[in-house]
């Protein structure tokens, strides 16, 4: 079974430019999580789908980040426009069902750099 | 609110030498769940364990070992006879609803 994949594994972009990340959570995978870990800090919950909708998205840290996940299967996202304090890992996890919610998954991550 | 703590940001042992990386956690929680993860140099994060708060009891799996202590509401992570290829930030957590909260994380050096 294919574990959770995010495109690209990293990305360099000026500030002002827009990046968008994609996830591939585990097939089956109700559940979709963005996390990101910003240089020093701790990994930081950014948002959670169930299936299509937004169940959580109360660490998004700006208008600037927009996150979908159209049909319940893949998740985008979008920053934009970028900036210097965007720079981090972004991680992606998933989860089978409610039940299992702690059993999160992580992704491999995609690396953000803004410049 | 739930919170994590890893007091050590840096460590360093030389490969073979035990080397105990310490955790405390704060949660409004009866009912919660502690994690620890491995990130290596390549980034990924790695699950190590997940550990109810009902089971109290320590686990060992190989050369690592937890220590789960619920009246000093510690979680902490040994690695026995450490090698050079554990080298890696670790991160410990909790749980808040459905999210996991991390620690800033311990990055660790074994040195050959």
């Known amino acids: 079974e294919a574990g959770v994949t995010q495109f690209p594994s990293h990305s360099v972009i000026e500030k002002g430019q827009t990046v968008t990340l994609r996830c591939d959570p585990i097939s089956g995978h109700d559940n979709l999580y963005w996390y990101r870990r910003v240089m020093g800090k701790e990994i930081k919950f950014l948002l959670h789908?169930?299936?299509?909708?937004?169940?959580?998205e109360s660490g998004m840290p700006n208008n600037r980040f927009l996150a979908e996940r159209t049909g319940g299967t893949y998740s985008t996202l979008k920053v934009q426009p970028a900036e210097l304090e965007d720079s981090g890992v972004y991680f992606c996890a998933s989860s089978q069902d409610w039940a299992r919610v702690y059993e999160q998954y992580f992704g491999p991550g995609t690396r953000l750099t803004v410049t | 609110a739930q919170k994590v703590t890893q007091a050590q940001t840096e460590i360093s042992v030389v490969e073979k030498e035990d080397v105990t990386l310490d955790c405390v956690y704060e949660t409004r929680d009866t009912t919660y769940y502690l994690f620890w993860y491995k990130q290596p140099p390549s980034g990924e994060l790695v699950f190590l364990i997940r550990r109810n708060s009902f089971d109290e009891q320590n686990e060992i799996s190989g050369r690592y070992s937890w220590n789960f202590q619920k009246s000093t509401s510690s979680f902490n992570f040994t690695i026995t006879a450490s090698q050079v290829v554990d080298s890696a930030v670790y991160f410990c957590?909790?749980?808040?609803?459905?999210?996991?909260?991390f620690g800033k994380g311990t990055r660790l050096h074994i040195l050959p």
């Open positions: 957590a909790t749980n808040r609803d459905d999210k996991i909260i």
């Open positions: 789908f169930v299936k299509e909708s937004k169940q959580d």
